[in-house]
């Protein structure tokens, strides 16, 4: 088994739960902006949100068209159903900045694995974001003084999966590619960002997948259904 010495955490759906937090949030905005914010609508709101990541992840928009396109779209669909809102996309964007950034809800197992693996392990967050929120919701969990750092796209100029966000990272701990491949471990819950990224830095991965690991185009080194296995594959 090789030996790790630096873990490299996905955020969002990994060590916090993104879902509930967005959930929230969403739910908020709406209630203001005098829309729906029944469950039907937060969940059509997070498969936009979604589409758009996926797309901001393959290179075919960009972080500042994605804040407000998310919200356009949502209002979009809703007018098509007769329920408008006076609110534009900017402020609804703005008001879901603002709202998720409050924002701090822990992954089942989170705390108490980063504060036990912090023993003997570095361990960095590595998250596509937007660095206001992020910062902000990051400050307010309780794993924060186990990490020694974290890389936000939003303030990197580049994002996972591509190999320039991972060679952004090595340089930054004063890495080589040959040195993280030796000693980095990347856990996250997404294949085609966290696994795939990992595979191009050329670098091995945990796949934190509990309700299924699906399909795509990137194979993990390993897999786990709850955060507390990896003291398994981190050998105790």
Not at 88 to 106: N, P, V
Not at 114 to 136: D, F, P
Request: proline content about 3%; glycine content about 8%; aromatic content about 8%.
């Amino acid at each position: 088994m090789k030996k790790y010495d630096t873990i490299l955490f996905d955020a969002d759906g990994t060590l916090f739960d993104f879902d509930r937090s967005e959930a929230n949030a969403v739910g908020e905005v709406l209630t203001m902006c005098g829309l729906p914010s029944d469950k039907a609508t937060v969940e059509l709101y997070h498969r936009i949100n979604d589409a758009e990541w996926k797309a901001l992840e393959r290179g075919e928009t960009t972080r500042d068209r994605l804040k407000v396109d998310r919200f356009a779209k949502l209002k979009s669909a809703l007018a098509e159903r007769g329920i408008v809102t006076p609110s534009t996309e900017r402020e609804m964007c703005d008001l879901y900045a603002e709202r998720l950034s409050q924002q701090c809800i822990m992954v089942d197992g989170a705390v108490e694995v980063c504060e036990r693996l912090s023993r003997t392990y570095a361990l960095y967050i590595i998250t596509n974001g937007i660095t206001h929120v992020q910062k902000s919701r990051f400050s307010r969990s309780p794993i924060m003084k186990y990490v020694d750092r974290m890389f936000i796209s939003d303030e990197m100029g580049s994002v996972k999966p591509e190999r320039r966000f991972f060679e952004l990272v090595f340089d930054a701990l004063g890495m080589t590619p040959d040195d993280a491949a030796a000693r980095c471990l990347v856990v996250g819950d997404s294949l085609t960002s966290d696994i795939k990224g990992a595979e191009a830095a050329g670098l091995d991965s945990c796949l934190y997948a509990p309700c299924g690991a699906g399909t795509g185009d990137a194979t993990p080194t390993y897999t786990i259904s709850s955060l507390y296995e990896l003291y398994g594959i981190l050998g105790g």
